[in-house]
């Protein structure tokens, strides 16, 4: 059995906690690529621009595992080339990310709103992610799951690479009791406490998810933990994880989530191509969902684990009112 030769390690450092993109060279049949450079202008000539791959190799962006690349070297199948992006300006989150737990294996952030878990699309070193490699000097820092960007609360994130896999088993397994908090209206119509099962449907590019009919994929209990006046404290235990669950199915019940820009209508500015980067009206508006509580047994050592938020909700009143 043929062994696969390991990557040699990364001759860049991380930049703002994001690691440099790595390619490694096809075999060229055709012989399209007489050089470097030939393969790296025509392969992001779409993503970075050809004139601008060009001033990164004349700026010696490109590195391969013997050091800085000119982009006229002769064209090797299997060469490994690291190199960063140019990051995009990004509006600053003005929240702090706190730590609930640490560990030397794990990680248990209480992440802010509006901040993305990982980097995706615009959204790269304003991300929990990153920021926590930057402030805790962790580089191989790995969430194990993902927490939507506008969604606040409890996220896990895994400090050794060779770990990862175990804590990422335990969420897809479904071996993690997870409790979310939300602010909705009250409606004594709705009859609660109710488990809710349907099919949840979400297409790459459409913001929002959808219930369709068929075979149920997602799952969530809820129940009305407390009501003060004409809003209700909401306590939401998910089954399952499908993306927008929650909020999908609290607007299924007629109780869409306070502040919520998708459901049950996606407003103008929330559509893709018009995707906030946030500003002082929408961090102060943040969607009222709270991931509460984390509760598994630690797959490396056995031992019962629970963390809880230290957020609160802002909508929420803070003292009860004479119509509870």
Do not use: C
Not at 115 to 139: C, I, K, N, Q, S
Not at 221 to 241: D, F, N, Q
Request: zero cysteines; aromatic letters at 6%.
């Amino acid at each position: 059995m043929r062994r696969r030769s390991r990557t040699p390690a990364a001759p860049l450092a991380q930049r703002d906690g994001i690691d440099p993109v790595r390619v490694r060279l096809p075999v060229d049949p055709e012989g399209a690529w007489a050089t470097v450079g030939d393969h790296l202008v025509g392969r992001f000539e779409g993503a970075i621009g050809a004139d601008r791959v060009a001033a990164m190799l004349r700026e010696g962006r490109f590195v391969g595992a013997e050091g800085v690349l000119s982009g006229a070297e002769a064209y090797r199948a299997g060469l490994h080339v690291w190199f960063h992006r140019d990051f995009a300006p990004e509006v600053p989150v003005p929240f702090e990310v706190g730590i609930v737990h640490r560990d030397e294996r794990i990680v248990i952030a209480d992440k802010p709103h509006f901040l993305a878990t990982t980097p995706r699309g615009r959204h790269v070193t304003e991300t929990a992610m990153a920021r926590l490699r930057r402030d805790l000097a962790l580089p191989e820092l790995q969430p194990a799951h993902r927490l939507d960007r506008l969604t606040a609360g409890l996220a896990l994130f895994v400090v050794r690479p060779e770990d990862r896999g175990a804590y990422q088993n335990l969420f897809s397994g479904r071996r993690v009791r997870k409790e979310y908090e939300a602010v909705a209206a009250y409606d004594p119509g709705v009859t609660l406490p109710v488990t809710v099962r349907s099919r949840i449907v979400k297409e790459r590019g459409v913001i929002a998810a959808r219930e369709e009919t068929g075979e149920p994929n997602a799952e969530s209990r809820i129940e009305l933990a407390e009501r003060r006046g004409g809003l209700g404290r909401y306590r939401l235990l998910p089954a399952t994880g499908r993306t927008h669950q929650l909020r999908v199915h609290m607007n299924g019940l007629g109780l869409p989530i306070l502040n919520d820009p998708v459901y049950p209508v996606v407003l103008p500015e929330h559509e893709p191509e018009h995707e906030p980067e946030g500003g002082p009206a929408a961090f102060g508006a943040p969607l009222q969902l709270l991931a509460r509580v984390l509760e598994f047994t630690d797959p490396v050592d056995g031992r019962a684990r629970r963390f809880e938020s230290g957020l609160r909700l802002s909508e929420w009143p803070a003292s009860p009112t004479s119509d509870q």
